[in-house]
Structures are given as structure tokens and as C-alpha cells.
């Protein structure tokens, strides 16, 4: 048995897999964000680890874990994570979609011109070195008694194991990383203030970094472990699909949503805003495409719309009597990253009258959503040949009627399958069993889950909403300055 521990922005999920790849068992534990100023987003590390122990507390009273091999760790990219000397958390972590770093964002630029050779990615709020830049600069007293940067996931493995490791995958997503070498550049460190002692050791997605504390091992009932490097939650979300080979392409329809597609080599054009990363498994890499708001706009317009939950703000969208929304939404509600790389972008709904209703809110969030996802997955076939059908995982995958509806919107054909909803764990539950098991194991164990469903996109449809879209790019287009 292999367990992967997910560590999400809405919750950690705690996964068990059998060593013939089924998930067996599959726990969580929810949590929340705090934004206490405007494109402010921050959790407490310590409610990470709270919610990873209560998560795998339930897995362990429900199930035998005597037989688990190995730990895999998967989580949100890019969070600022700082400890003291004494492995003391110095301030709540900035998160990936805190977008208050944009003055320091210029400031790396003008102080490192070669950054996007070095990282084959723009300087954007959303990556870890510009939040870095914002605390010397708003926080010097935290920043002065930094002695290790860690991303989140990384935090829970320092709980686990005592040791500070990293993966490629996620070590991609702060711009310390020289891609090519998958190491840490000197250079963009310095630029920061910063030096190597103070990062974690970079390993691949697979390899072991270090066993479980012994006490822990107790407490959660299981052996002393290995625990692998693992992956940053999209790279280890493909992994959990079997996207590790060149033009496999995914749709990660989370709180954020991610078009991931598997490169020939290191690809970069960051002056579409795609990003490019090292993957989870060693010499392949992957661009991908990242709008900060996806399935959280359904979240909030279900509140907004006061629907006691997201399935019933669904229904009533799919309810309505005609099936096209003559509202337009742009759903930048934490500003955007691919294309636009604006971190001041704002929600708009445009188009209301005195007979807007509720589940017209919703149906108009949807294809706003929808569109914007098209235009990542346009910047990533700047790069890529995506002719085949395009695989789905994430909380918003669930909705059969929005998977329809994203299958209109491109005009390619979505799969779901098996496992979907718990993607990224179960890429780290299979980067443990690799670890495990050799890297000679890795095409064996890294298949496509079964597909549940085809969703093949309604012409008619199609056709329709390729004129929407362009009212939908026309109106960030005119509202964007203001």
C-alpha cells in the first residue's frame, strides 16, 4: 500500500492505494483562506499540519496501514513558507493567488533582465520570489531571521521527516529554479537577497527524501516510511492521470484551473504568460496555462446567489429554459495570470436587467470560466499539437453538465476518468510506490486511469459560442484600464 497526502488551498486529502493502482481508501480535512487586504491570501502552516493529522488520524481508524511502503506529498504551488533557526514559523504563508508582490515583480526584472532565459517564465505576484521581495522590503524583521524557504507541502514533509526537500515541479513555480538544470540559480536567489543554504535540496518527483518521524509513525499506526519528494499539485495531478508523455494534455478544474500539457524537451514562451516547469518525473518537463479563479468563482457565485449548496446553484443553471446566458462574466476575481498577467484584473458581470436571476449568475460564471480557460488553452497551443481529447480532474470535474459545456466551448472532447477527483494525491501516492518500486516501474505504474465518460462537443454549440467568446475578450479588452 502507498499513501499520497494532497495539501489543496480548500483542504488536505489523505489517499490510500493498493499496489495495483486502486485507491482503496480516501480521507480529508478542510480548510480556509485568510484575506485580510485587498489581493492579500494567506493560511497558517500550522492548520496545514492540524488538518493533515486529523486526515490521516481517520484514515488510520479505518484501515490496516501496517502494509503502507511509502509516502507521497502533493500541494498548492508557490506559497511563501519562512522558518527561524529553530524551524519556527515566522508569518502566515503567502499564498499562490496573493497578488500583492506586482511593485516587486518590476524590481526582479529591472534587477535580474535575464530572468526569463534563466527560468523560461515571467515575473508574476504569483510566484514565491517576488512575495519574498515584498516581506524584505514590508517586513524587515521577518526576513532578517529567515533560515529556510519552504513551499507548502514541503512544510508538511519538515513535520514529517525533520529534513528540507523539495521537488522540481514545485521548485519551478518560484523563479529560483534554472529550468534547463533543475537546480537553484544563484543568480535569481541573489537577486532576492537570498542564498542556497536557505532552500530546501531539490530532488526528483520520485526519489526518497527522508523516512517518517518514529513518534508520527506511532501516532498515525504505520511503519517507519519513506517519504519521496514528490510534487507540486498539477505535476503530481498528471502523474495521477498518466500524462508523463509529450502532447498528453489535462484540465485541472479546482480552485484555480490549469491547461497541463507534457513537453518534448523544455519549451518556454513567457510572453504568452505560459508557464514552464520541470515535471514530476526526471528529464521531462511541461508548460501549462493558470487562471487564479475556476471552480472558486461556482463557489462564490453559489453564495452570492444564496443557494444552499454548489450541486443546487448547478441544477438551477442547468434548469433554465434557455441554455445560453445573456450575461457575460469576466471571473478575475483574484486577478489573472495566463494570458493577461494582471494581477489587478477584477470580476464583472455585464449585461444585467431587472429580469437577471439567480441561475442566470450561475450559467453566465460557467461560460465565463469556460472562455477564460479557452484562452489558456490557446497560449498552450502556442507550444503544443492538442488534437486528442483532453483528460479532467478536479472538485469541478464532478459536474457532468459544466464537463458538457467546457466540451462545447473548445470544440474538443473531454475525459473523465477514474480517480479524477482525487488527482494530484494519487500522483503522489504512485511517485511513492516508484520510489519504491525503481523508476523502471514507472510506465507500468503511471497508466491511464479507465475513462468514465467522453464528453464530445455539440457542433451547434460550438459555433455559438465562438461568437460569445469574442464579446467575452472584448469586454476585459475595454475595462481593463479602469
Known sequence: MYIGIDLGTSGVKVILMAKDGQVTASCSSPLSVSRPFDLWSEQNPADWWQATDLAMLQLAKEHNLQDVKAIGLSGQMHGATLLGKQGEVLRPAILWNDGRSHEECLVLQRRCPEVQAITGNLVMPGFTAPKLLWVKQHEPEVFAQIDKVLLPKDYLRFRMTGDFATDVSDAS??????????TWSETMLQATGLNEKQMPKVYEGSEITGTIDELLAKRW????VPVVAGGGDNAAGAVGMGIISPEQTMLSLGTSGVIFAVSDGFTANPAAALHSFGHAIPNTWHTMSVMLSAASCIDWVSKLAQFSSVELALLAAENRLEQDSKLTFLPYLSGERT???DANAKGV???MTHETTPAD?????LEGVSFALLDGLDTVRSAHNISEGIDVIGGGAKSTYWLQRLADVFNVPMDYRAGGEVGPALGAARLAAIGDQGQGALNEICTKPALIKRYLPDQANSARYTEKRRRFQDLYQRVKGL
Not at 513555480?173 to 533543475?182: A, K
Not at 449568475?361 to 460564471?365: F, P
Open 221 to 224: 499506526s504505520m511503519p517507519i
Open 361 to 365: 449568475l450561475v450559467l453566465a460564471v
Open 173 to 182: 513555480g518560484t523563479l529560483w529554479l534554472n529550468m534547463e538544470q533543475r
Open 339 to 341: 494570458p493577461h498577467n
Open 349 to 351: 458581470f455585464w449585461g
